[in-house]
Nanobody, 123 residues
Framework: VQLQASGGGLVQAGGSLRLSCAASGRTFSSYTMAWFRQAAGKERDFVSAIIWSGGNTVYADSVKGRFTISRDTAKNTTYLQMNSLKPEDTAVYYC?????????????????WGQGTQVTVSS
């Protein structure tokens, strides 16, 4: 499984960005896809996840109501739409995948990782 994340950048507080994670190498019908983020000097934290088949979603409390995760099954791509961005959202964002239809919020539960994309929110 290969995951390729993109879409990061520099944005002012209150702005929006959309991250993409293109997946290849497998059929993902039994997978859960997730986004994590890691700020400088901190641990990698769960942001959101989606079960590929069915589209059930889970969010961290810190992003609920501002971020939306979705997937395009035809393109094998997962998206993270981030609105009302705050400086505390600044981090490297990683997409991840696990071959189970159950969401876990711990990074060690995910088998495959993308390379990360930097999101910087200025105040």
């Amino acid at each position: 499984v290969q995951l390729q994340a993109s879409g990061g950048g520099l944005v002012q507080a209150g702005g929006s960005l959309r991250l993409s994670c293109a997946a290849s190498g497998r059929t993902f019908s039994s997978y859960t896809m997730a986004w994590f983020r890691q700020a400088a000097g901190k641990e990698r934290d769960f942001v959101s996840a989606i079960i590929w088949s069915g589209g059930n979603t889970v969010y961290a409390d810190s992003v609920k109501g501002r971020f939306t995760i979705s997937r395009d099954t035809a393109k094998n791509t997962t998206y993270l739409q981030m609105n009302s961005l705050k400086p505390e959202d600044t981090a490297v964002y990683y997409c991840a995948a696990r071959p189970f239809r159950v969401v876990h919020r711990t990074a060690r539960s995910y088998n495959y990782w993308g390379q990360g994309t930097q999101v910087t929110v200025s105040s």
